[in-house]
């Protein structure tokens, strides 16, 4: 069964950082790419950042460009988002997600920036 | 940057009745569009997957059909378990976007 769990959630402050983590199991998880994308509660889906299978190609949202940073390791079928110089508006849920189609998502985990 | 339009925003459905939602691309995506349901407070899930292919597990009463710029999510027979948000997203280009969520509620 796949599965993915998020983690590293929480409350920052404006400014701060935070790393997000997402486990996945029960799967090839070298063979996928990986994805981010957030949702504000109550409001629509934001594709935020994509990373290939063998992290060859990257890519982000405008929003995040340069503040974010996602990565992988297989070794550990993990994926990762280093979040810095977080802003209000990027408070949301943040799913991870498989593949070009998003075929599996994790259920989230809640980023609130707010001091 | 693709700009998907989905419409309806909302529809009120009774069960058993047939529902068709449609997702416009501001340009052509080929097939590189899929369909998601959200129910709340759950994570969304992939109900078709390039405009017109299944994703294992759904049921088969969710369709989806196009190319370009015009596609179309049908739910045929709708069950009261049906009742969610449904958002179209697009994979051709970056940024990658999504629509803004069609709400189906069960009268």
């Known amino acids: 069964e796949v599965q993915l769990v998020e983690s590293g959630g929480g409350l920052v402050q404006p400014g701060g950082s935070l790393r997000l983590s997402c486990a996945a199991s029960g799967f090839s998880f070298n063979d996928y790419s990986m994805n981010w994308v957030r949702q504000v509660p109550g409001r629509g889906l934001e594709w935020v950042s994509t990373?290939?299978?063998?992290?060859?190609?990257?890519y982000y949202a405008d929003s995040v460009k340069g503040r974010f940073t996602i990565s992988r390791d297989n070794a550990k079928s993990s994926v990762f988002l280093q979040m810095n110089n977080l802003r209000a508006d990027d408070t949301a849920v943040y799913y991870c997600?498989?593949?070009?189609?998003?075929?599996?998502w994790g259920r989230g985990t809640l980023v609130t920036v707010s001091s | 940057e693709i700009v998907l339009t989905q419409s309806p925003d909302f529809q009120s459905v009774t069960p058993k009745e047939n529902v068709t939602i449609t997702c416009r691309a501001s340009?052509?995506?080929?097939?590189?569009l899929h369909w998601y349901q959200q129910k709340p407070d759950q994570s969304p899930k992939l109900l078709i997957k390039?405009?017109?292919q299944s994703f294992s597990g759904v049921p088969s009463r969710f369709s989806g059909s196009g190319s370009g710029t015009d596609f179309t999510l049908s739910i045929n027979s709708l069950e009261a378990g049906d009742a969610a948000t449904y958002y179209c997203?697009?994979?051709?280009?970056?940024?990658?976007?999504f629509g803004p969520g069609t709400k189906v509620d069960i009268k």
């Open positions: 997600a498989r593949e070009s189609a998003y075929d599996f």
């Open positions: 340009q052509s995506i080929d097939t590189f």
């Open positions: 990373i290939s299978s063998s992290s060859s190609n990257i």
């Open positions: 390039y405009a017109s």
């Open positions: 997203h697009q994979n051709r280009f970056l940024p990658f976007t």
